[in-house]
C-alpha cells in the first residue's frame, strides 16, 4: 500500500513538472520578448527627456522615463501576444480587448469602466476616489459692469493641504447660468462667454499658475500624470459649483485649447456632471488617435510629445513607441465616454503638427457610439483654416456650439467634413460600371523568360489603369513658365515650402502651374556653369494632409524634417521638384469633393496623372537632365511613385520608403485594402475585393516588376508591421530581383529593411542618395 502510495506521488508529481514546464518555457519566452522590446525602444526614442522648458519629474521619485523604468524594472507588454489594430475601430467593436461587438447598453456600461481602467493603466495612471468635503477661502470679491467676479481657494484632501485656485465671472441676473470653465491662460475666452450669459469660470491648472502639480506629492499612492491631476482639479472646481444655486448643474461646460484641450476632454471622459466639452487643437493626446501619430501622419509623435512634456503622460504609454496599434485603449475610447453628452472637435487642418484626416476619423469613430445611444446630435466637429492660435470668431463659434445643446439657440449645427469617403454611393454608381473581364491576377512566377514578362507586362499596366478608374478627358499643359514670386497661392504662405540653402528656387503657380493648374517648387543647386542640367528628384510627401510638403517628421535622431531631406539632395547634386499630392496641404479642398466632381475616377489616378504631369514640365525645363528623373517617395508618396513608375518610362528611378502594402497578402492584405478603398478612398474599385483579397488583378510585386529594369529601391523598415509581414518582405525580394535577372539588372533593384519604423533616417536617406549616384 505504502509502495502503491509512492508510486501514485512520483506520478503525481512528475505530471505536474510536466504541465509546468511549457508554460514556464511560455514565460521565459515572453520575458525575453518584453526585454527585446525594451532595447529596441531605447534605440526608437529621442533619448532625452524634458527637451521643453514646461516639463517636470515623470513621477514623484523620478525626473525621467529612464529613471523610472530603471528604478520600476517595468517591461514593455509582451506586443506579440497583443492583437494589431491598425485601422481605427468604433470602440463599440472590442468589448473588454475581446474583439467582439458590444451589443446593448448595459453591456456599453461595463465597457466604459473597462475604458476607463485601460485608459488609467496605459495612458493617464491612476485617479484618487474624490474628497469628502472642502474648505471654502475667497481671496477676493467685486462687482463691475454688471459682473460679480470672484476668486475662491478651494482645500480639500490631506489635512486639507491640496487646493485649487479659481475665478468666477457671474452675469447679474437671478440665474440659474450656463457654466463656461477653462484655464487661466484663456481667461479672455471666458470674458467673451460672460457677455453671452454664461459664467465665467477659470481655474488655475496649467502652465505657469498649477496648483494640480502639488497633487503629485500630496497622493503618492496614486500615479496620476500631469494633465490627469490638472483635469482631476477641473472636477474640484465643481465639486463647489454644483454646491451654488446661480449654477445651472446641467449646463457645465468645459474647454481648453492644445494641451489644455487634452485635460478638457480627460475631465469631461471621467466626470459625468460636465455637460459638454469643447476641445481646440488638442492634437496629440487630445483627440488625435494614438495609432496615426506614426511618423508617416506628420503630426507630434508619441515620443516627441512625451519627450517634450514628459509628466503629461503615465511612462507606461511610452513603451508604445513603434507598437501604438496594439494600445488597449485609444483616444476614440477615451472621447467616447463622454457620449451621450456634447462634444465638439475643433482644429484648423492647416497647423503643424496636426493631422486633420486622423482628427476626423476619431470623430466618425466616437460618433458610432453617440448613434448607438441615439445622441448623434450631441457630437460636432468644428475644422477650421488658419494655423494653431484661434481668433474670436472661433471662440463665438464654439460657444454657439454651446447654445444650441443648452437649448438656448434653435440653429441645426452643420459639421463640415473634409474626408468623408462616400464609398456606399460610390458603390451604387459605379456597380453597373464594373467589369472585371480579361483581369486576372498575374503569378511572376510563371513568366521565366524575360521575353515572357514583356509579353504580359501590358497586362500588369492595363490592370493598373483598371484600378485607377476611369480617366476624363485630358488637355496637353502648354509649356511651363515660373510664377512671379509674389503670385503665390495664400495657403502656400500659411504652410509654406521647405526653405534650403545654397540653391535657387522657382515657382510654379498659380497663374503658370504645371498640367492641369498644380502648383510646385522647383529648387536648383547653385552652379557658375549657366548651362549645367541637374538630375532631378521629384519628392512625394508623406501622409501629410495638413502639410503636404512642407514639413515632414522630424526629432533629434532622423532627418525627416523635407527640408533637411531636400538639402542633402541638393548638397549632393540633386534638383528637386516639390509638389502637394491630391487631398493634402494646399490642395486639402481639392480632395474632400473629388468624387462628386469625377464619380468613376480615383484619387490614386489623379495623383498618378499628376505626377506624369511634372515629368512632362521636367521634361522641358531649363538647367533639368531629362534623362535623370529620379522619384523619392514616403509612405503614400512612395505607394503613388512606384504606380506612376510601373506607368510611365521617363522616370529612372524610384526610392519609396514604406511604400509596399501588398493587397493579397495572408497578414495585412484585407486591412490594406481597406486602408486604401475605405479609410482614404484613394482607390474605391478595391473595394469589390474586401472579401476575397486573392482575386485583386494586381498587386505591390506585379508593380514593381513593370518598374524593371529601371532603377528601384524598396525601403521596407523592420518594424513598420502593420501593413506589410517580413513574410511578405521576403516574397517581393525574391519575385521582383527574378524579374530583374531576366534583364541581367539585378543590381538595379535594392530592398532593405533597416531595424526602423516608418521614418526616414539621415542613414536611410544616405543610402538613397547613394543609390540614386551609382546608377547615374
Not at 38 to 53: E, T
Not at 226 to 246: E, F, K, N
Not at 564 to 582: E, H, K, N, R, W
Not at 660 to 670: L, N
Amino acid at each position: 500500500m505504502q509502495r502503491m502510495n509512492w508510486r501514485f506521488t512520483y506520478i503525481v508529481k512528475v505530471a505536474i513538472v510536466l504541465f509546468l514546464l511549457p508554460l514556464n518555457l511560455f514565460a521565459q519566452n515572453s520575458s525575453a520578448n518584453r526585454e527585446k522590446s525594451l532595447i529596441l525602444l531605447n534605440q526608437l526614442i529621442s533619448g532625452k527627456d524634458h527637451r521643453h522648458d514646461i516639463s517636470r519629474r515623470v513621477s514623484l521619485k523620478d525626473s525621467t522615463w529612464q529613471e523610472w523604468q530603471k528604478r520600476t524594472g517595468e517591461l514593455p507588454p509582451d506586443f506579440e501576444k497583443m492583437p494589431s489594430r491598425p485601422i481605427l475601430a468604433s470602440p463599440l467593436s472590442n468589448y473588454q480587448g475581446t474583439n467582439s461587438p458590444v451589443l446593448d447598453k448595459a453591456q456599453w456600461n461595463i465597457q466604459r469602466e473597462w475604458i476607463k481602467q485601460q485608459f488609467q493603466q496605459w495612458i493617464s495612471g491612476k485617479i484618487p476616489p474624490a474628497p469628502k468635503d472642502f474648505k471654502v477661502n475667497i481671496l477676493r470679491e467685486s462687482v463691475e459692469n454688471g459682473v460679480k467676479d470672484q476668486m475662491i481657494e478651494l482645500h480639500f484632501g490631506p489635512q486639507y493641504k491640496a487646493k485649487i485656485t479659481f475665478e468666477l465671472m457671474i452675469p447679474e441676473g437671478k440665474g440659474p447660468f450656463p457654466v463656461y470653465m477653462t484655464q487661466w491662460t484663456h481667461r479672455h475666452w471666458a470674458q467673451i462667454a460672460v457677455r453671452r450669459g454664461y459664467v465665467g469660470c477659470v481655474y488655475a491648472a496649467a502652465d505657469g499658475n498649477d496648483d494640480s502639480q502639488a497633487y503629485q506629492a500630496l497622493y503618492p499612492d496614486y500615479d496620476f500624470s500631469g494633465l490627469m491631476r490638472r483635469a482631476w482639479a477641473a472636477s474640484r472646481v465643481i465639486d463647489y459649483l454644483i454646491t451654488q444655486s446661480y449654477i445651472n448643474q446641467l449646463q457645465i461646460a468645459i474647454t481648453g485649447h492644445s494641451r489644455n484641450g487634452k485635460q478638457s476632454l480627460w475631465a469631461a471622459a471621467f466626470d459625468k456632471r460636465i455637460q459638454a466639452v469643447i476641445s481646440s487643437s488638442s492634437g496629440t493626446g487630445g483627440d488625435t488617435p494614438w495609432i496615426y501619430t506614426e511618423p508617416q501622419f506628420c503630426n507630434q509623435t508619441l515620443d516627441d510629445i512625451y519627450s517634450n512634456a514628459s509628466h503629461w503622460f503615465h511612462p507606461r504609454l511610452r513603451f508604445f513607441f513603434g507598437n501604438e496599434d496594439k494600445l488597449p485603449v485609444d483616444q476614440n475610447d477615451l472621447l467616447s465616454l463622454i457620449a451621450p453628452r456634447a462634444l465638439l472637435m475643433h482644429y484648423s487642418v492647416l497647423e503643424n503638427g496636426m493631422n486633420p484626416w486622423a482628427n476626423e476619423q476619431c470623430f466618425y469613430s466616437v460618433r458610432s457610439v453617440y448613434e448607438f445611444l441615439n445622441a448623434t446630435n450631441k457630437i460636432g466637429i468644428l475644422p477650421r483654416l488658419g494655423e494653431h492660435p484661434v481668433a474670436e470668431r472661433d471662440i463665438e463659434r464654439c460657444i454657439d456650439f454651446l447654445d444650441i445643446q443648452f437649448g438656448r439657440n434653435k440653429e441645426n449645427w452643420k459639421n463640415q467634413l473634409y474626408f468623408n469617403v462616400p464609398m456606399e454611393s460610390w458603390m451604387k454608381k459605379n456597380l453597373p460600371l464594373f467589369n472585371k473581364n480579361n483581369l486576372h491576377p498575374i503569378a511572376l512566377e510563371k513568366y521565366p523568360e524575360q521575353s515572357d514578362f514583356e509579353k504580359i507586362k501590358p497586362q500588369i499596366q492595363n490592370n493598373i489603369n483598371w484600378l485607377l478608374g476611369i480617366r476624363p478627358p485630358k488637355v496637353k499643359a502648354n509649356h511651363v513658365v515660373p510664377a512671379n514670386a509674389y503670385k503665390v497661392d495664400w495657403m502656400d504662405r500659411i504652410i509654406g515650402r521647405p526653405v534650403v540653402k545654397n540653391c535657387s528656387t522657382v515657382y510654379y503657380g498659380p497663374y503658370e502651374a504645371i498640367g492641369d493648374y498644380q502648383n510646385a517648387m522647383l529648387y536648383l543647386p547653385n552652379s557658375t556653369d549657366p548651362n549645367k542640367k541637374f538630375p532631378v528628384v521629384l519628392f512625394l510627401h508623406q501622409y501629410a494632409y495638413a502639410n503636404g510638403s512642407a514639413y515632414g517628421y522630424s526629432d533629434s535622431k532622423n532627418s525627416g524634417n523635407n527640408s533637411s531631406i531636400f538639402q542633402q539632395l541638393i548638397d549632393q547634386g540633386f534638383a528637386v521638384l516639390s509638389i502637394d499630392m491630391l487631398g493634402f496641404g494646399t490642395r486639402l479642398e481639392e480632395g474632400a469633393h473629388f468624387y462628386d466632381r469625377y464619380p468613376s475616377w480615383s484619387k490614386m489616378g489623379k495623383m498618378v496623372e499628376d505626377v506624369s504631369d511634372c515629368v512632362d514640365a521636367l521634361c522641358e525645363m531649363d538647367h533639368v537632365d531629362s534623362n535623370r528623373i529620379f522619384i523619392l517617395g514616403n509612405s503614400i508618396g512612395g505607394t503613388v511613385g512606384l504606380i506612376s513608375a510601373a506607368l510611365d518610362n521617363r522616370i529612372k528611378g524610384i526610392a519609396a520608403l514604406s511604400g509596399v502594402a501588398p493587397f493579397r497578402s495572408e497578414e495585412a492584405g484585407k486591412n490594406n485594402i481597406l486602408w486604401f478603398s475605405e479609410v482614404h478612398g484613394f482607390i474605391p474599385r478595391l473595394e469589390y475585393f474586401k472579401n476575397n483579397n486573392k482575386s485583386v488583378p494586381v498587386d505591390f510585386n506585379e508593380i514593381l516588376a513593370c518598374i524593371s529594369p529601371r532603377q528601384l529601391m524598396i525601403v521596407a523598415p523592420q518594424y513598420d508591421h502593420r501593413y506589410t509581414s517580413s513574410n511578405d518582405t521576403e516574397k517581393t525580394n525574391r519575385l521582383v530581383s527574378q524579374i530583374y535577372s531576366l534583364y541581367n539588372k539585378k543590381d538595379n533593384f535594392v530592398l532593405t529593411s533597416p531595424n526602423e519604423i516608418n521614418r526616414m533616417t539621415n542613414s536611410m536617406l544616405a543610402d538613397i542618395i547613394d543609390f540614386f549616384k551609382k546608377m547615374e
